[in-house]
């Protein structure tokens, strides 16, 4: 007898940390492994947050904080909204969650219900579709490619919306993409969305403070649709906070409250210390953080450039985040010592067991002619890692 429920025995395991728990058992029988696909900053949290964390302890902040989280904290989000973003929620419109994950999870729980329409352009977060299959809503991929710098129009847009969509999801900076949509692009897609009432709008802007092209655009600050945007955010990319496990969501207050209702059901509030140090993180300007930007600036330059020397592989600039997503469909059907490659997933698992270069294999993210590969890496293991792609592909007949 299957013990197992059928809601777990049809999801899929990310393919992002799948790919990353084999780099670690693979490192931890001591081969070489360069990793290029989790997506964490490598630097360590900065000195004033973990002050901070070290402050509340002392202060005893130790005990179940409110379902939404401390309203100080809350408070200190909402002027972040207002000063970075030009977002206008108050406090009861902030729900503070286990990480940016569990603030989508929670969304997608409490709006869709079974057959509702989840509209995710791809690439999408691997997640997305993940959470929008459990929530027993419907995925609608719009697909995009290199040539478009992986951003929908306003046009497919329209073709892909109806009186079933409930949720359209998208990341800005986008992962795996890196692509960033403009303030233009944005206008010109909520548009559309202002044809569709029934449609709410997630936008996931965690990587804001990754972003090459100046000050991030949030799509809330829209007026004709600003009453359908659920803006979803937190510490883990901009402050390197990855492991305090910390997002939060602005959304109007129907929305937020229930959020909170299903939060209470599941994990009640965040981690509290995690929260103060959260508390700091955004009170500060984003000026304190920038440093980290400019490195992952250069690396974004270095990095492409060594893969354009790659040929067959297909390479664009992109503006945000720390990922390429390069278009490596040149080389599907191809032989390595007369074994075919015959898919992105082929492809993968044979980079890492010929050159010991771990990557996310781009159908994951609905795109299954590329691969995701990340810079959060030193300089040194970005040379390293091209080169042995170099090398690997050149070997492909």
């Known amino acids: 007898m299957e013990s197992i429920s059928n809601r777990i025995l049809n999801m899929e395991e990310s393919a992002t940390l799948k790919m990353a728990n084999l780099a670690w058992q693979l490192k931890e029988e001591g081969k070489d492994i360069i990793s290029l696909s989790l997506g964490e900053p490598d630097f360590d949290t900065p000195d004033f947050i973990k002050d901070a964390a070290n402050k509340a302890i002392d202060n005893n902040f130790t005990h179940y904080p ?10 200190s989000i909402s002027k972040k909204f207002k000063r970075d973003n030009n977002l206008d929620y108050s406090v009861d419109q902030i729900v503070i969650s286990t ?12 709006l869709v219900n079974p057959g509702d329409e989840v509209v995710l352009p791809a690439p999408y977060w691997v997640s997305y579709m993940a959470m929008a299959k459990f929530a027993e809503g419907t995925p609608v991929e719009l697909k995009t490619d290199i040539t478009t710098d992986f951003k929908i129009t306003a046009k497919q847009l329209d073709n892909a919306l109806n009186e079933k969509s409930k949720l359209f999801i998208f990341s800005n900076p986008c992962n795996p993409s890196g692509s960033v949509y403009s303030e233009k692009e944005l206008r010109e897609l909520a548009s559309i969305f202002e044809k569709y009432s029934n449609c709410y709008i997630v936008s996931d802007e965690i ?23 659920i803006t979803v955010n937190g510490v883990a990319k901009g402050f390197s906070m990855t492991g305090w496990r910390i997002g939060y969501i602005g959304a109007p207050l129907h929305v937020a409250k229930a959020c909170t209702k299903l939060q209470g059901q599941f994990t009640s509030g965040a981690n ?13 300007s984003p000026e304190r953080v920038s440093e980290m930007k400019q490195v992952f600036h250069k690396r974004r330059d270095l990095f492409v450039s060594l893969l354009k020397e790659i040929p067959g592989m297909k390479v664009n600039e992109p503006q945000g985040a720390f990922y390429v997503f390069p278009d490596i469909s040149s080389f599907i059907g191809k032989k390595l010592d007369n074994k075919i490659i015959e898919n992105v997933n082929d492809l993968s698992m044979s980079i ?13 993210f609905g795109t299954p002619n590329n691969i995701r590969l990340s810079y959060a890496n030193s300089d040194e293991q970005l040379r390293e890692a091209a080169s042995r792609l170099k090398s690997y592909f050149a070997r492909l007949k």
């Open 352 to 364: 890492l067991a010929e050159v010991q270069v771990a990557i996310t294999p781009g159908d994951a």
């Open 66 to 75: 409110p379902v939404p989280g401390y309203k100080d904290v809350r408070e």
């Open 207 to 229: 990587y804001e403070l990754i972003n090459f092209e100046g000050k991030n655009f949030s799509i809330g600050t829209i007026d004709s649709i600003k009453d359908r945007v």
């Open 99 to 110: 990480g940016a994950k569990h603030s989508l999870m929670n969304l997608c729980l409490a």
């Open 272 to 284: 509290t210390i995690a929260q103060k140090a959260t508390q700091v993180a955004v009170s500060e």
